[in-house]
């Protein structure tokens, strides 16, 4: 049986950001793709989040772009080993802790969230790498050793871009590190498909249309392709195969690493009850004192006894099933929404609720959310606000999309490693099943988690199509530039219309990066 994942997770600060920027320079040009996840300090309204036009959708996501900040930015560089037999990736994987420089609000239900799962502020305000939002203040983007200059070098190196439930992230990088926001959406599509021409991709897109997943938030869809994986390599199939390498680090670098260990899936007793609103949502509003488990692990294994029940029952239909191109999530989950139907009445009251037994509210994939709905607290954990000028008071709903607060990530290859002698203490079962364990959630490890996922959907489209394996690995075509919109039947498509034009902003800065004009 395959053994645990060790990731290392590289922390990077003020301190040591000038001695790791040639490193991180490097590992994104020559990366086949990379996957980025953010850190924020809140999220705003979260009604208007959840506005039924895109449009008004889009303004209060900008809102909270202009007045919050990002905490920490996780960057995962994958690159693909060409002279290996099976789809061996090299990863390297970073977590920056940032500070902005502008006054920004922070929510109080972020804090606590963060503080619960190992977030260090003392560290932040200490050690953060400054930056500045919105358009240039001093000098050029396109020099120095500052956040604003790394972004530019990602948007040099033309490489596919992966988020995870991405919109919110992507405009929170757009305010933060490259211009201000347009007004209009169809404005800022325009600019993304041009700032990324090698496209944007969106993996909770991809596990609800491209690999039908009973789930889509993160945790749960890593941990179910990375169990995929392991099985087979255990079975000795022929199919391609996924594996992931890591540099050895060694002197002065060492120190900057943080190595996450993500024990084997495995059931190891306890808890049988599985809470269902966790397993469907990643959410749950009892929390930690929820009396059913919120295991992963567990929740995982228990659906995988049912796929295997009803291959059984209907083995005859595989080859005419799911052979559409129709873009429809599984059939056993509300499309586009991780929402329980019976909360929708009552979100307010649950969130009350909560507050008053002191619940805290697990968020992306962590959590416990009020309202199940896929909006992007969702890998962000982040409380929002009903006004920004009385935080105190209002009610914070977090978003679930990925319960990445767990240290109980899933199995994998000793020799997918590639750390060489690193010890590797197991840990007791207790401290592997707990709710939330303290210190695990990290940008830089939902980043790996979120560029998993792509590799391991562009793998599977290496399968065998009409009997004859594809030569080159796709990227997806059918998921290209789809960002997943929450409670919406059809995906931001990221495109440039006819009718819209690029910001004037975003044209002045494309002409500094690419020296001409677009």
């Not at 050029?140 to 040099?156: K, N």
Request: some cysteine.
């Amino acid at each position: 049986m395959a053994t645990s994942l060790v990731v290392p997770v590289i922390d990077v600060q003020n301190d040591n950001f000038k001695d790791l920027w040639a490193a991180m320079v490097l590992a994104i040009k020559s990366s086949s793709f990379v996957a980025l996840d953010t850190e924020l300090s809140g999220l705003g309204n979260r009604k208007k989040l959840l506005a039924e036009s895109i449009e008004d959708r889009y303004k209060a996501i900008c809102s909270a772009a202009r007045s919050r900040s990002i905490l920490s930015l996780g960057i995962a560089c994958y690159k693909k080993l060409d002279h290996k037999t099976a789809d061996t990736y090299m990863v390297q994987v970073y977590n920056l802790i940032l500070l902005c420089s502008e006054e920004y609000i922070i929510e109080p239900q972020s804090v606590q969230f963060l503080v619960q799962h190992g977030f260090d502020f003392n560290k932040q305000y200490a050690q953060g790498i400054p930056y500045c939002k919105g358009n240039n203040k001093v000098g050029a983007d396109d020099r120095g050793v500052h956040i604003r200059v790394l972004f530019t070098e990602l948007l040099r190196a033309k490489k596919p871009l992966v988020l995870h439930n991405g919109l919110i992230d992507i405009v929170f990088l757009y305010q933060s590190f490259y211009a201000h926001l347009p007004e209009r959406l169809a404005t800022f599509t325009a600019d993304l498909s041009e700032m990324f021409p090698a496209g944007i991709y969106d993996t909770k897109y991809i596990t609800e249309f491209e690999l039908r997943l009973t789930a889509s938030y993160l945790e749960y869809a890593y941990k179910k392709c990375k169990l995929d994986c392991s099985r087979r390599v255990t079975s000795g199939g022929t199919g391609p195969q996924l594996h992931v390498e890591f540099f050895q680090y060694s002197g002065h670098m060492s120190s900057y690493v943080d190595y996450r260990l993500c024990p084997a899936v495995a059931f190891l007793g306890g808890q049988a009850d599985i809470c269902q609103r966790f397993s469907a949502f990643g959410w749950c509003p009892n929390g930690a004192r929820c009396p059913l488990s919120h295991d992963t692990d567990l929740i995982v294994l228990q659906d995988e006894k049912r796929t295997g029940k009803k291959r059984k029952k209907r083995a005859g239909d595989k080859a005419t099933k799911d052979t559409s191109t129709s873009e429809e999530p599984p059939k056993n989950k509300l499309p586009h929404m991780d929402l329980d139907p019976e909360d929708v009445p009552d979100i307010q009251e649950m969130a009350e609720s909560c507050l008053q037994c002191q619940l805290p509210m697990d968020t992306d994939g962590i959590a416990q959310q009020n309202q199940g709905e896929d909006t992007k607290a969702d890998s962000k954990g982040m409380g929002v606000c009903e006004d920004d000028t009385e935080l105190d008071k209002s009610t914070s709903s977090t978003k679930t999309d990925v319960t990445n607060t767990k240290t109980n990530c899933i199995e994998n290859r000793a020799e997918d490693r590639g750390l060489g002698e690193i010890p590797v203490h197991p840990l007791k079962a207790d401290d592997q099943k707990t709710k939330a364990d303290t210190g695990t959630h990290r940008a830089g490890f939902d980043a790996f988690m979120t560029g998993y996922i792509f590799a391991y959907a562009c793998t599977h489209e290496m399968e065998e199509v009409n009997g004859k394996e594809r030569e080159q690995p796709s990227l997806l075509p059918s998921s290209l530039n789809k960002v997943y919109l929450s409670g919406k039947a059809a995906p931001l498509n990221v495109v440039k219309s006819t009718f819209s034009k690029s910001s004037k902003a975003h044209t002045q800065k494309m002409e500094m990066v690419w020296g001409e004009r677009v």
